[in-house]
């Protein structure tokens, strides 16, 4: 599936994606990219930001691949449970927010997390880091194997945002390309 084929939801996590956020410049790179907008990007809450996704998805007119960074992941994981079957295609999840997350980030609402551990409704591949400091790599691991989602390990590389050095983050848009291909054998063999 090339990417102008899909709606390509971007889910940013707590106080958005700056301007130099590999999320920002894949929506402004990328056509069929939107960010989904949270009320407030400091108190991630999560039947809210869970609401914002659901909305938007069900708004979508071609078929939905989430991108989702951080708190973000989290937001996805509580709106898959109110999503329909076949609403999404996929997922490209990374650097989840887990429970040592609610500690580290101010305003994260004490429902957020836990997170739920469902295998989620769609394809997803969960991308981690080894030094994190939002997620342990063992965190990762048991979310990836909750969902069903395929884990990658992306190696010691911060929590995988600007500062951590993944500004534009070209390996992390190959593979996303790698993963809108995979689900266009999904598609073609679901016909």
Known sequence: MKTSDAD???IPGWSGSGPDHWQSR??????SARLVEQEDWYKPARDAWANRIVAAVRAATKPVVLVAH?????AVAHAAEHLKPHEVMGAF???????RAKRAIPGMAADFIPLPHKPLPFRSVLIASTNDSYCTPEEAKALAEAWGSEFVDA????HLNSESGHGPWPDGLLRFAGFMRSLSVISTASQ
Not at 70 to 74: E, K, P, W, Y
């Open 8 to 10: 390509i939801l971007i």
């Open 26 to 31: 894949w929506v402004a790179k990328l056509s």
């Open 70 to 74: 951080s708190a973000g992941v989290s």
């Open 93 to 99: 999840l990374v650097a989840p927010a887990s429970e």
């Open 155 to 158: 190696g010691e590389s911060g």
